[in-house]
T-cell receptor, first 115, second 111 residues
Framework: NAGVMQNPRHLVRRRGQEARLRCSPM?????VYWYRQLPEEGLKFMVY????????ESGMPKERFSAEFPKEGPSILRIQQVVRGDSAAYFC?????????????FGQGTRLTVV | GESVGLHLPTLSVQEGDNSIINCAYS??????FIWYKQESGKGPQFIID?????DKRQGQRVTVLLNKTVKHLSLQIAATQPGDSAVYFC??????????FGTGTSLTVIP
């Protein structure tokens, strides 16, 4: 049973380009969470999704950032027109439906560098 | 959302000593708590969890204590080893299945 898979592991984008970060949850997991982490800092919540639904996006910047978790395929965190301040590690976690063994497991993250 | 905070941002311990990492949470309705370990350059790794109907749970060299009266969570690591050096996060899950993380405590083990 593969763990949470994130790709790419490292992503370099020039200012103004788009960044797409992918997260494939563990098998049987229907909940996905995205977090952002700056060096030497903690995890900052961005968005919580279930299949085809955004449950909580209170941590997402109002502009340029979007997330989806389609019925088929991975969850995507999309950052349009990236700026240097978007450089960070982005982690995704997945968990099964509540009450069915509820640990949240993390992927290894995507390290985004904006040059 | 609710916040989960840690009392100490850094902790240094001698190899072989026991480590205690503390965490305060604010949502009394949270029903599930997890400790994670994050090594440099890696994603957080699940260590141990505890449900709100328990006050103590033990794993291999680790023990989690939950005090719901004061909304406090702690992670105890016995006989700390150099490989335990990492950042440790606590997380709480609310009734909406949302996880909230603390800032993290950086543990350094001195050989």
């Amino acid at each position: 049973n593969a763990g949470v898979m994130q790709n790419p592991r490292h992503l370099v984008r020039r200012r103004g380009q788009e960044a797409r970060l992918r997260c494939s949850p563990m098998k049987g997991h229907s909940h996905v969470y995205w977090y952002r982490q700056l060096p030497e800092e903690g995890l900052k919540f961005m968005v919580y999704l279930q299949k085809e639904n955004i449950i909580d996006e209170s941590g997402m910047p109002k502009e340029r950032f979007s997330a989806e978790f389609p019925k088929e395929g991975p969850s995507i965190l999309r950052i349009q027109q990236v700026v240097r301040g978007d450089s960070a590690a982005y982690f995704c976690a997945s968990s099964p439906p509540q009450g069915a063994g509820t640990e949240a497991f993390f992927g290894q993250g995507t390290r985004l560098t904006v040059v | 959302g609710e916040s989960v905070g840690l009392h100490l941002p850094t902790l240094s311990v001698q190899e072989g000593d026991n480590s205690i990492i503390n965490c305060a949470y604010s949502n009394s309705a949270s029903d599930y708590f997890i400790w994670y370990k994050q090594e440099s350059g890696k994603g957080p790794q699940f260590i141990i969890d505890i449900r709100s109907n328990m006050d103590k749970r033990q794993g291999q060299r680790v023990t989690v204590l939950l005090n719901k009266t004061v909304k406090h969570l702690s992670l105890q690591i016995a006989a700390t080893q150099p490989g335990d050096s990492a950042v440790y996060f606590c997380a709480e899950r609310d009734t909406g299945n949302q996880f909230y993380f603390g800032t993290g405590t950086s543990l350094t083990v001195i050989p």
